[in-house]
């Protein structure tokens, strides 16, 4: 729980007021009472509460009132809604309205606490979020440079101290690590950066073409060889050449690579006079080059040439710090490309999101937040709405003896998602079993119609 959570509670009775206070007080919450409701806005505003609890029917101002005045004063304020009535319908349509929950007279303890933790928990994110998003809009060398952990603030401080001189650097790390944005920040912080900044891809080129892309050649000096081409390698003089996944590269052309970088010149193919070239080089690869060189596959002195500065970069895994801001920043990018607001991500998908080993990296991380905002019609995003190898830890078998993918160790998220399943099945059931008639499926499952259609929207996937 988050001891640190300032809570104002609002009730006209004050042996409530005192009960919740005792109650909430214990596990370590700082608590605020107010019986008068009128004076809400007055007194958030010195309180500054991370949490609102207010009961629903109050003399004066009623819950909904309250709700009202929090959202206009404070939109990311969680309200959690307190109700005695039998019926939850106003507490649910105050959910609907912005009420982050809401409580059922009598409720026990745990409830309480539960409510209170996941209200404190989605505001401790929000605020987070909200700082690490300044962060990175004040972070040097662009928003495309993310992190603080000390994993990859070790990598920074290798680019800030190489980046001036005009040594080689390889660059190392699993596929989706950041290897090009690295590359260009190497460039861009150099005495080159005025200069161009050359991408090539040695994996996607084809082999009797790469030669050619890279030197340059005459005309007539293959077939097919109808004009005369400047190589990628004249292209960039005077700046950067990032050659990516080096490792593919043949050894016949890494010896005239080799060449080409120790006499800074290079011979067009079909020509005779040779051509100055001054390039910096960045090779990436996410290959054991060392042991390419040991078997043979690619050479010790053009490994050496290049290894002059090694920066390897670590995994997504290895810096876990890094999530929640990079997540917020993809978050962020999708939502401004779609033209909507940021959905918000629940405590329990949180805790998925942090779980996952994410191997394919920042890229796969991109992918999903993209996937997240693509997919959002609710603004929320649940554990539900996750793909299920995010989601899910271990495998779920149903009493059929079938299995339905991974089960969550978290008992929270594991609940979450049964229910999310078994009501999607629940509802495809009923509604089949009566032909899509609305009405008379919900007089089959002996609820309201409005609740029904509040279940549908909430639990089954593409509408009713």
């Not at 329990?348 to 080993?357: G, I, K, V």
Request: contains cysteine; proline residues 5%; glycine residues 8%.
């Amino acid at each position: 729980m988050n001891k640190k959570a300032k809570i104002l509670i609002i009730d006209d009775e004050a042996e409530i007021l005192d009960n919740l206070d005792r109650l909430l007080s214990s596990e370590g919450y700082r608590c605020t009472t107010l019986q008068e409701p009128v004076r809400f806005r007055e007194v958030r505003a010195d309180v500054r509460p991370d949490v609102l609890i207010t009961d629903l029917r109050m003399p004066g101002a009623d819950g909904m009132t309250i709700l009202a005045a929090a959202r206009a004063d404070d939109p990311a304020l969680p309200v959690i809604l307190i109700t005695g009535f039998a019926t939850i319908s106003s507490a649910v349509e105050a959910v609907q309205e912005g009420g982050f929950d809401y409580l059922s007279k009598p409720f026990t303890a745990e409830q309480l606490f539960v409510a209170v933790d996941r209200a404190a928990r989605h505001r401790s994110l929000l605020v987070e979020n909200q700082t690490l998003r300044e962060r990175v809009e004040r972070q040097p060398g662009g928003a495309d440079i993310i992190g603080s952990s000390p994993a990859f603030a070790r990598v920074l401080d290798q680019v800030r101290r190489v980046a001036p001189t005009d040594a080689n650097v390889l660059v190392t790390g699993e596929s989706g690590t950041g290897k090009e944005v690295v590359a260009r920040l190497v460039h861009e912080r150099s005495r080159r950066s005025g200069g161009p900044f050359m991408p090539i891809d040695c994996a996607s080129m084809p082999e009797g073409l790469m030669e050619s892309e890279l030197f340059g050649h005459q005309k007539g000096a293959f077939t097919g060889a109808v004009a005369r081409r400047t190589g990628l390698l004249k292209e960039a003089h005077g700046g950067t050449v990032f050659l990516d996944e080096i490792g593919d590269m043949t050894v016949a052309l890494q010896v005239k690579l080799l060449r080409t970088l120790e006499q800074r010149r290079v011979r067009p193919l079909g020509g005779s006079d040779f051509v100055d070239v001054d390039v910096r080089v960045v090779a990436a690869t996410n290959a054991d080059l060392e042991g390419a060189v040991a078997a043979g596959r690619f050479r010790e002195d053009l490994y050496y040439r290049l290894n002059v500065v090694h920066l390897r970069l670590p995994s997504l895994r290895e810096r876990t710090d890094d999530l929640p801001l990079l997540a917020g920043h993809f978050l962020k990018e999708a939502a401004r490309a779609a033209g909507r607001d940021s959905p918000v991500i629940s405590p329990e998908a949180w805790d998925a999101l942090q779980r996952f080993a994410w191997p394919g990296n920042i890229r796969q991380l991109r992918n999903v937040m993209h996937r997240m905002v693509a997919l959002d019609d609710d603004g929320r995003v649940t554990a539900a709405d996750l793909p299920q190898e995010i989601a899910y830890g271990t495998t779920l078998v149903r009493a059929n003896g079938e299995t339905s993918g991974p089960m969550p160790l978290d008992y929270q998220l594991a609940k979450e998602l049964a229910n999310q399943e078994f009501m999607e099945r629940y509802l495809d059931l009923l509604l089949d079993s009566h032909e899509g008639n609305v009405s008379q499926a919900a007089r089959s499952a002996g609820v309201s119609r409005r609740t029904l259609h509040r279940w549908l929207a909430e639990f089954r996937r593409g509408g009713q």
